[in-house]
């Protein structure tokens, strides 16, 4: 069965950095489509960032410049690094990751086959 287990969440100052990590098992990341999501309390889900099994990625425009997606095939785990956040990042983080091999990243959740449980980010003014 496969597992997707977060990590690196925790509380920080406005202005600061978090790395969060996304480690796989039974599911190779290497050319894998995955994504990350948040949810705030109250919220909805929301897209944050997407890569395909090539590495092209794709971001929520609101977020672009501030979050990077990336992948450390050697450690099967997908990351998100979070710089310059906001207490409007608070949230709890996700990571997803589709069946096959896609040629475009995608922030449409439903095209994601696993989830993870979610690590909590928590930014403080």
């Known amino acids: 069965q496969v597992q997707l287990v977060e990590s690196g969440g925790g509380s920080v100052e406005a202005g600061g950095s978090l790395k969060l990590s996304c480690t796989a098992s039974?599911?190779?990341?290497?050319?894998?489509?995955m994504a990350w999501f948040r949810q705030a309390p109250g919220k909805e889900r929301e897209a944050v960032a997407g890569?395909?099994?090539?590495?092209?990625?794709t971001y929520s425009d609101s977020l672009k410049g501030r979050f990077s997606i990336s992948r450390g095939d050697a450690e099967n785990t997908l990351y998100l690094q979070m710089n310059n956040l906001n207490p409007e990042d608070t949230a709890t983080y996700y990571c997803?990751?589709?069946?096959?091999?896609?040629?475009?990243?995608?922030?449409?959740?439903?095209?994601?086959?696993?989830w993870g449980q979610g690590t909590q980010v928590t930014v403080s003014s």
């Open positions: 997803a990751a589709a069946r096959g091999f896609w040629t475009t990243a995608t922030l449409v959740a439903s095209q994601y086959d696993y």
């Open positions: 039974r599911y190779p990341t290497s050319n894998a489509r």
């Open positions: 890569i395909d099994s090539l590495g092209n990625t």
